[in-house]
């Protein structure tokens, strides 16, 4: 072997070693494209599934709103007890029901419940007006129309956030139905949830109006 083919073979090396070094290459290529998928995904998974979380609290929170409002109405009714005094005899059986209305909102848990709930007060409400327009001195106060205010400001309040809570219920949906965030949902248990059904029981969240 001549110092020139000397020189190449252990400086530069022979075919054998080069082929070595290129195969070395593409696995460790392999390796690395592998490895960024992995992160890649398990990124994905992670991020999904706090998305998820978030989007689950945000419809937990827009229920107890709408259990709020509706609890809201009835504090008033305490007060329009006392401006109904004059009719406080016709009175004591439906307040008697308008007070168990409120525990029925409390233990309510899912919004068909929280409905059947409201609905029910809605009715024991109109009842406790209708028996009030019958006594114009009552409902010639101030302090009455003031209330009647109050309480149709809190229904309008209810409406409102019955259709926070539908957003919210809507967008947490679709994640749960929608790739990625299915196979995320199915492998740690989120279920789609229920809106607020627009039928007439629903709507029916103010009292009426019987003039003025």
Known sequence: ????????????????????????MIAIGIAIVFFISIFSLVGT???????????EEDVNLAFANVQTQMQSRI??????VKVADEAAEHLETIYADISAGRSALSAAATPE?????????????NQFLAVVENYPTITASEQYTALMDSIEGAANRISVARENYNTAVSNYNRTVRRFP????????????????????????????????
């Open 1 to 24: 072997m001549t110092n020139h083919e000397n020189y190449v073979h252990y400086n530069h090396g022979g075919p054998e070693k080069r082929g070595i070094g290129v195969g070395a």
């Open 45 to 55: 998974c992670v991020g999904t599934y706090n998305k998820l979380i978030d989007m």
């Open 75 to 80: 504090e008033k009714i305490p007060d329009l």
């Open 113 to 125: 419940e929280l409905d059947a709930a409201n609905a029910q007060i809605t009715e024991n409400i």
């Open 181 to 212: 965030g299915s196979i995320i949902a199915n492998m740690f248990g989120f279920e789609t949830m229920e809106e607020f059904k627009a039928d007439e029981a629903a709507n029916n969240s103010s009292i009426v109006d019987f003039g003025d």
